[in-house]
């Protein structure tokens, strides 16, 4: 019989697609800066919100929410499965180009290195940074 533990083949991948993170600053100038987040409202629907700052007044150059709905249901410790693609749909709705990402969320301090700060920098190939609130 085939045995198939979910838990264990998305940790698996966790731990792959962690090798891909890019663990250094290589920043010439940072000039902007996106912060993203998801709120719940029922079900599998949820708010993804995003806006961009200009890092030199905080001033706000750029906001978007967009209601989504979630395909993946909660799991502890695999948060950017369910997360993710909502704030990548957010951060993609922009109109204005970024620097860097701030997620709510964990990065490299995931306990497989690899929270929902890098996941959604892989998908967009840009410069994230988790904020948790642990």
């Known amino acids: 019989?085939?045995?198939?533990?979910?838990?264990?083949?998305?940790?698996?991948?966790?731990?792959?697609?962690?090798?891909?993170?890019?663990?250094?600053?290589?920043?010439?100038?940072?000039?902007?800066?996106?912060?993203?987040?998801?709120?719940?409202?029922?079900?599998?629907?949820?708010?993804a919100a995003t806006v961009i700052i200009n890092l030199e007044d905080l001033e706000i150059i750029e906001t978007r929410i967009l209601e989504v709905e979630l395909l993946f249901s909660y799991k502890p410790g695999f948060l950017g499965f369910r997360e993710a693609n909502a704030m990548v749909l957010s951060l993609n709705s922009l109109k204005m180009d970024y620097d860097v990402v701030m997620v709510n969320g964990h990065g490299v301090l995931h306990p497989r290195g690899f929270g929902l700060a890098s996941h959604v920098g892989i998908m967009i190939d840009k410069p994230t940074l988790g904020v948790q609130k642990d």
């Open 1 to 47: 019989m085939y045995s198939y533990d979910l838990n264990t083949n998305l940790a698996n991948i966790q731990y792959k697609l962690a090798e891909q993170v890019i663990k250094k600053d290589d920043f010439q100038e940072l000039k902007t800066i996106a912060g993203v987040d998801v709120s719940f409202s029922q079900d599998n629907w949820a708010v």
